[in-house]
């Protein structure tokens, strides 16, 4: 593609110290490609670990689909599910189908109160589909009897209470009649076990119990609130969605994990398009200053093209050259960015605990972002294709001023000389 002697001239020009590589403008250049890639890779090396982390707990927990009815409670539960679980698109998609009795209370103990979940599920059916990483203290989740509860590590610390200590639940919503009106519903139950998912809303606001335990504190006798269904591919709800609709009576309503968290995933996805845009920048500018520097380069060289030109090189050549020589920035800078962007996106949970030990400042709360760690996920295709993008733009900013050189007109330059 390229001869030995435009190789050769080019990278010539590239080592001036004058005008070539070792101009600042150059450096300015080559910095900011760096950068601006190091930054895109770690940026949507994060959002994307943001995406799959959420998914995996906040949809792992709650269920890909789920099935609600109007009335607010689902009756003969096992019937539905026997029938769900008959229906060859549901039997083929779904991996497991858990009903779940749910309602909020406020949990108080050591004169210490928050408000919580409460979510009754089979104890088996929680410990299967417990995340991957989640830590469990205490009693092992299948031996979970009635009357005992698992309740959020963060949870169990604010009301400061320890294994085998008693925790009120009091709710409005599952409220006794009396003779003086409505009371709410108190009720003790001891802590045996906590768990620790790394995610805050979770391991701060959640308390789970056996279905039959939720069912008498709600006080919905032996229904339950929903069903979960979870799926080989979580992405792909629509086939079961449309089966479901198809299969359950009047009256059912069904949702995937996008309805249920549409707000939160659009604006992660709006979220992630705009900083790639907005980082883009990054890279243009540098692409910007590498038009610069080669415009100063062609006016500095025109004496030596136009002798280059009368000792036969073509324009042809004479544009390939300065091609060559602003693309070469463009490739070293992409490929310096790319190596310090993986470091960092593999490493961005130490580097994050080191400044916020320098700082002294907490710099990813969890109670805000969810998470308890930084998230990171690098994708290889994404690497590739934003130092790819970034070598094109540099690619780009060199066409005007190989153009420029290759139109210099050696007669009258060599005449002015």
Do not use: C
């Amino acid at each position: 593609m390229f001869s030995k002697l435009e190789r050769k001239i080019a990278f010539r020009y590239l080592s001036a110290k004058k005008r070539g590589f070792g101009s600042v403008v150059s450096w300015v250049s080559l910095i900011g490609i760096m950068l601006g890639v190091a930054t895109l890779i770690v940026v949507m090396s994060v959002m994307g670990g943001f995406h799959d982390t959420l998914l995996s707990r906040i949809v792992g927990m709650n269920g890909h689909v789920v099935v609600y009815h109007q009335d607010g409670a689902i009756q003969d539960y096992d019937f539905l599910i026997d029938k769900m679980k008959q229906n060859k698109v549901v039997a083929a998609n779904a991996v497991g189908i858990v009903p779940i009795a749910e309602g909020q209370v406020m949990a108080t103990a050591n004169g210490n109160n928050t408000g919580a979940m409460i979510r009754g599920i089979r104890m088996s059916d929680l410990a299967a589909k417990t995340v991957t990483g989640t830590k469990i203290y205490g009693k092992a989740l299948d031996k979970i009897t009635d009357g005992e509860l698992v309740a959020g590590a963060s949870l169990t610390r604010a009301l400061h209470v320890g294994m085998g200590d008693n925790i009120s639940l009091v709710s409005a919503n599952a409220a006794t009649p009396t003779p003086f009106g409505s009371m709410p519903r108190i009720m003790a139950y001891p802590v045996m076990s906590s768990f620790f998912m790394g995610m805050y809303e979770y391991d701060s606001g959640y308390i789970f119990m056996p279905l039959e335990t939720a069912q008498k504190y709600l006080n919905i006798g032996e229904a339950v609130t929903h069903i979960d269904l979870f799926l080989k591919d979580p992405e792909d709800t629509t086939e079961v969605r449309d089966a479901l609709a198809t299969l359950l009576p009047t009256g059912f309503v069904v949702r995937d994990w996008r309805d249920l968290n549409r707000g939160f995933v659009g604006a992660l996805q709006v979220e992630s398009n705009v900083m790639f845009l907005i980082l883009m920048l990054i890279v243009i500018v540098a692409a910007f200053n590498i038009v610069s520097s080669l415009v100063m380069l062609v006016k500095d060289k025109s004496k030596d093209i136009a002798v280059l030109r009368t000792f036969g090189v073509s324009r042809r050549s004479m544009m390939k050259i300065f091609i060559l020589s602003g693309t070469s920035i463009g490739v070293i800078g992409a490929s310096f960015g790319t190596v310090f962007g993986v470091l960092i996106a593999i490493y961005i949970e130490p580097i994050r605990q080191f400044f916020q030990w320098a700082t002294g400042r907490d710099l990813f709360p969890a109670e805000l972002y969810y998470l308890s760690e930084l998230p990171s996920k690098l994708v290889p295709s994404t690497v590739v294709g934003i130092a790819i993008l970034a070598i094109a733009l540099s690619f780009l900013a060199t066409l005007y001023p190989a153009w420029k050189a290759a139109s210099t007109d050696p007669v009258e330059v060599l005449r002015n000389e």
